[in-house]
């Protein structure tokens, strides 16, 4: 059974810097893309950064400039540098793998980051 698993997270203090990595412990064929998504108290998940097959990225707006996501270059990794960090980044951090052919998103545990003031 494939699993991703996130490490990285913690408490750091506003403008400090994190750097988020997930792995699979399997292995998954037909990658689409990966991704990060959060999730804050009391709201709905939301798109972090993604990175396609192809390497095309993409940010939400909230993050561009301060976050870069890339790919490991050993098995299936995905890191997620976080760099000027502000209190609304604090968050659940979850890693995504999207798969095609059939299509199928594969999720981790999520990691506790939060940013204090």
């Known amino acids: 059974q494939v699993q991703l698993v996130e490490s990285g997270g913690g408490l750091v203090q506003s403008g400090g810097s994190l750097r988020l990595s997930c792995v699979t412990s399997?292995?998954?064929?037909?990658?689409?893309?990966m991704g990060w998504y959060r999730q804050a108290p009391g709201k709905q998940r939301e798109l972090v950064a993604l990175?396609?097959?192809?390497?095309?990225?993409n940010y939400a707006d909230s993050v561009r400039g301060r976050f870069t996501i890339s790919r490991g270059n050993a098995g299936i990794r995905v890191n997620l540098q976080m760099n000027n960090l502000k209190p609304e980044d604090t968050a659940v951090y979850y890693c995504?793998?999207?798969?095609?052919?059939?299509?199928?998103?594969?999720w981790g545990q999520g990691t506790q980051v939060t940013v204090s003031s």
């Open positions: 990175i396609e097959l192809i390497g095309n990225t």
């Open positions: 399997g292995t998954i064929f037909s990658i689409n893309s």
């Open positions: 995504k793998v999207t798969t095609f052919g059939p299509s199928r998103d594969y």
